[in-house]
């Protein structure tokens, strides 16, 4: 069994960035009731320009409160069509960070590669490699989805209050002047 740790700071407020987690989950899914993921690793995992690998995961999770005010998803993902990819196990840690308007995530967890002794040679020369290009990968496309996601909420807000400024300005009765 092999490890895999990540993080990434998210100019999203720790407030809203779970409900976005979740939101992100459902969103990168097809609409089927399962709920399917796909894993890129740009340049495989070598720094190859231009070369990329994908592959489509089934994604289980859970969320509950962690310790030191955080929450936690726990997450499992397996292959969607079989084949020579490894199952993972790992959390997802949403925790705040040093502003209001940032948050940190912290992808950790296991991973078995698949092919009993040939899989952990594959995996200790290029494996692992390819295992912490796809935690990088997914946790920024993670990280673009909750900024757009908290851009939209905050333009609803601004918009809102404008809204009801607006409406405040013209249902005022009008000054008479006295001549």
């Not at 308007?101 to 995530?105: D, F, V």
């Not at 900024?147 to 609803?156: R, S, V, W």
């Given at each position: 069994m092999s490890t895999?740790?990540?993080t990434v700071v998210v100019q999203t407020p720790f407030a809203q960035a779970a409900d976005l987690i979740e939101r992100f989950f459902i969103a990168s899914s097809p609409a089927d009731a399962v709920?399917?993921?796909?894993?890129?690793?740009p340049g495989a995992g070598l720094g190859v320009g231009g070369f990329a690998l994908a592959h489509d995961v089934v994604v289980s999770f859970r969320r509950s409160e962690g310790r030191n005010q955080t929450i936690v998803f726990e997450i499992h993902w397996e292959s969607a069509d079989g084949g020579l990819y490894p199952t993972c196990d790992c959390t997802l840690t949403v925790a705040e960070d040093e502003t209001y308007?940032?948050?940190?995530?912290i992808l950790e967890g296991k991973y078995t590669p698949p092919g009993w002794v040939a899989g952990a040679v594959f995996d200790a020369v290029l494996g692992s490699r390819i295992a912490d290009?796809?935690?990088?990968?997914?946790?920024?496309?993670?990280?673009?989805f909750l900024?757009?996601?908290?851009?939209?909420?905050?333009?609803?807000k601004r918009l809102k209050v404008?809204?009801?400024?607006?409406?405040?300005?013209?249902?005022?009765?009008?000054?008479r002047t006295v001549s």
């Open positions: 895999l740790k990540e709920l399917t993921l796909r894993l890129t690793v308007e940032s948050c940190r995530l290009a796809t935690a990088k990968e997914l946790l920024e496309r993670m990280r673009s900024l757009a996601g908290y851009e939209e909420t905050e333009l609803a404008e809204e009801v400024l607006h409406g405040r300005a013209s249902a005022r009765p009008q000054a």
